[in-house]
């Protein structure tokens, strides 16, 4: 009598085949972050947001198991996709299975490399994955090198991908502003941890971005950072408080029901200017 097993419990078998096939393949350790995407239409949904031609190079930071590799390859006409990987494991089993001539896997922690070397190669588009516990120093590297890249797709928590789109309230703060002034941003798809595997603990999210260029200039930029940083230096407390000791001289210029405010209830342009202003005061 045939033995229809399979036919009868079909999902059982195919989780029981899986786990057969990884058990050969190294351990995905927490000390990197590794949770693997399993859900194929996400990818699809990255590839299909960024324009990719022959002449593009993708920039892969996190191969995994090569998830995401293998479909950019295939769906894409790329003239080559650089993946950095800092588990020489991992890499090691990409390098491996996938043959196609147009994939350079670097293994390398993406947060040493020496960008310049990506310069020769331009342009690029981003299409990766972030380790959540390394997620803004990434952002950061890419916004200092932002003129290598045309656009892109990263997958963040989703905590961090709605601090990166604030414009007010909760999460909302100089790293939003910083973020914002250098790119434009989009929140794309919401991901839940059953798409990885092992599933973690926290939903995720594809979030676009495109770089903006030819920037407004901002007097004395570096001291308007560290403004913006004092205005949200106690984010309950307001302007008043959090800028009387270091800009006690300027606030009698300044109109009362800006200085109560707290900082996450004014706009981008409202702080350049209330800095135009302190400027202005010290000509």
């Given at each position: 009598m045939k033995n229809n097993y399979s036919d009868k419990y079909p999902l059982f078998v195919e989780s029981r085949r899986r786990e057969r096939q990884e058990s050969s393949f190294p351990a995905k350790k927490k000390a990197f972050g590794q949770h693997f995407l399993r859900k194929q239409s996400v990818v699809d949904h990255m590839i299909a947001k960024v324009e990719v031609?022959?002449?593009?190079?993708?920039?892969?930071i996190g191969c995994g198991d090569g998830f995401l590799t293998q479909a950019v390859l295939a769906q894409t006409p790329c003239k080559q996709l650089w993946s950095y990987?800092?588990?020489?494991?991992?890499?090691?089993?990409?390098?491996k299975k996938i043959t196609d001539s147009r994939l350079t896997i670097k293994q390398q922690d993406i947060l040493t490399i020496d960008m310049h070397e990506l310069v020769a190669h331009k342009p690029w588009v981003i299409l990766a994955n972030l380790p959540y516990q390394i997620t803004f120093p990434i952002l950061f590297l890419i916004q200092?090198?932002?003129?290598?890249?045309?656009?892109?797709v990263v997958m963040v928590q989703e905590e961090v991908a709605q601090k990166v789109v604030a414009s007010s309230g909760r999460g909302y703060g100089p790293t939003s502003l910083v973020l914002q002034r250098h790119f434009t941003w989009e929140l794309l798809e919401k991901i839940e941890p059953a798409a990885f595997e092992p599933a973690p603990k926290i939903y995720s999210r594809l979030l676009y971005f495109k770089p903006v260029h030819n920037l407004a200039r901002i007097k004395n930029e570096d001291k308007f950072w560290a403004f913006i940083r004092s205005c949200f230096k106690h984010p309950r407390q307001t302007l008043r408080n959090n800028l009387k000791s270091l800009y006690r001289a300027h606030m009698e210029k300044i109109p009362s029901e800006i200085l109560n405010l707290r900082a996450q209830q004014m706009t981008f342009e409202h702080f350049l200017s209330l800095w135009t202003e302190i400027c202005s005061s010290e000509e």
């Open positions: 031609t022959p002449q593009t190079s993708v920039l892969e990987e800092i588990d020489p494991e991992w890499a090691a089993v990409v390098q200092k090198h932002k003129d290598l890249f045309t656009e892109g």
